[in-house]
Nanobody
């Protein structure tokens, strides 16, 4: 079992900055991709930024140039630095990870793919 724990949300004025962190812990695992999604009130959850295992990153067009995703491999952590925040960035931000988890419950131990979500952290940007 793997847990994703997020931190760093809060209330900030437009133009301000926030830094979100997510730490993955638990069973033996390997990270294929880890990143952030957000969900605004009344809207569907959307991808914000994702970092792939090879180091490539994907950003939503709406945050490109303002947000930066980075990963601490030693800590199995990912951070999202959010600058020049806008009211439309308001929402609940969720950490998401695509992992290979080492499972030993079967006849033969093997790597099994799983997708995990954190509980979310609220980001509110006031105008």
């Amino acid at each position: 079992q793997v847990q994703l724990v997020e931190s760093g949300g809060g209330l900030v004025q437009a133009g301000g900055s926030l830094r979100l962190s997510c730490i993955a812990s638990g069973s033996t695992f390997s990270i294929n991709a880890i990143g952030w999604y957000r969900q605004a009130p009344g809207k569907q959850r959307e991808e914000v930024a994702v970092r792939l295992s090879g180091g490539n990153t994907n950003y939503a067009e709406s945050v490109r140039g303002r947000f930066t995703i980075s990963r601490d491999n030693a800590e199995n952590a990912v951070t999202l630095q959010m600058n020049s925040l806008k009211p439309e960035d308001t929402g609940v931000y969720y950490c998401n990870a695509h992992l290979l988890v080492w499972e030993t419950s079967g006849e033969t131990p093997t790597w099994v793919p799983h997708v995990y979500w954190g509980r979310g952290t609220q980001v509110t940007v006031s105008s």
